[in-house]
């Protein structure tokens, strides 16, 4: 299986163009939130009906999975938390999203939630604790937010992590998390697109604007992971222990060579803020 990565895309319709063109070639793309903006000038409703069809067209194409970042939250729950109700309603496009479990083969995937409170937080406790009962050896989770003190997480002068994602890993020991929110991580001195805790493989893509997106690819059957930015082209053995600095990609394998034929790359600074 091949996985496509992508995480912050802030309605960026470029960036969501080329993941239209890109999604044929792979088995499934896991976007790790965070699909709209809230600082964006275009209206929130507006942004929800474009990322919607968007997301259909994905969707129509290969296995599409979506948990919600902190920009994505559209009303709140009877508690009173911060929830994306519009993330839940992509299930009837068989979309897997905030508090699915998905089973492709011998890989269990689990969707969280962005937790704005007690009560959500409880909830993946309990999502995570009753996926645990099954899992197969492969286990994986897209959760917005890296967890807390990991260079995934670093944003240059602090970390902006998840403290309880940490205790969570520590309990359970997936084989791999998902994650984006901190967006200059990958670029920026201490900081990385990868870490391990423990067993557990964490992965952040990063933000860049243009097109395409950052983006990490993970080939499950050849276990490794690639890590695609402007300018930045790196790999990593996830079946080796943690090694910085992760490799060069010298002889791109044939997928990629393919992926790039619809890659548009423009050079630039990254953007550095956490969102």
Same mark, same amino acid.
Request: net charge negative; hydrophobic share 45%; aromatic share 10%.
């Given at each position: ?130 996926? *645990? @009962?099954? %899992? ?5 989770? &897209?959760?917005?937010?890296?967890? #807390? ?108 060579? *393919? @992926?790039? %034929? ?5 050079? &630039?600074?990254?953007?550095?803020? #956490?969102?």
């Amino acid at each position: 299986m091949r996985c496509l990565v992508v995480a912050d895309l802030h309605y960026s319709l470029p960036q969501l163009d080329w993941l239209v063109s890109a999604a044929p070639h792979f088995d499934l793309l896991i976007f790790a939130g965070d699909a709209l903006d809230i600082g964006s000038m275009v209206d929130f409703r507006a942004q929800i009906v474009v990322m919607k069809k968007y997301l259909a067209l994905i969707a129509a194409q290969t296995r599409l999975i979506l948990c919600s970042g902190n920009h994505d939250l559209d009303e709140r729950n009877a508690e009173g938390e911060k929830v994306s109700r519009w993330i839940s309603e992509l299930r009837e496009l068989g979309i897997a999203c905030d508090g699915d479990n998905l089973t492709i083969g011998d890989t269990l995937f689990t969707v969280c939630p962005w937790w704005d409170g007690p009560l959500v937080k409880q909830r993946i406790a309990d999502q995570l604790r009753d996926a *645990s @009962l099954s %899992r197969p050896q492969r286990w994986i989770w &897209a959760h917005h937010a890296p967890p #807390a003190n990991s260079p995934t997480s670093w944003g240059g002068k602090r970390f902006f992590g998840d403290v309880e994602l940490v205790q969570w890993i520590m309990q359970y020991q997936p084989s791999m998390v998902i994650s984006g929110h901190v967006h200059q991580s990958p670029f920026i001195k201490d900081g990385s697109w990868f870490d391990r805790i423990g067993q557990t493989w964490v992965f952040n893509t990063g933000l860049q604007p243009g097109r395409p997106p950052t983006h990490i690819v993970l080939d499950l059957e050849e276990n490794k992971a690639f890590w695609l930015a402007a300018g930045e082209a790196q790999w990593i053995d996830l079946g080796a222990p943690l090694k910085r600095p992760a490799s060069t990609i010298e002889e791109p394998p044939d997928w990629l060579t *393919s @992926l790039g %034929r619809i890659a548009d790359p423009s050079l &630039a600074r990254p953007r550095a803020a #956490a969102g």
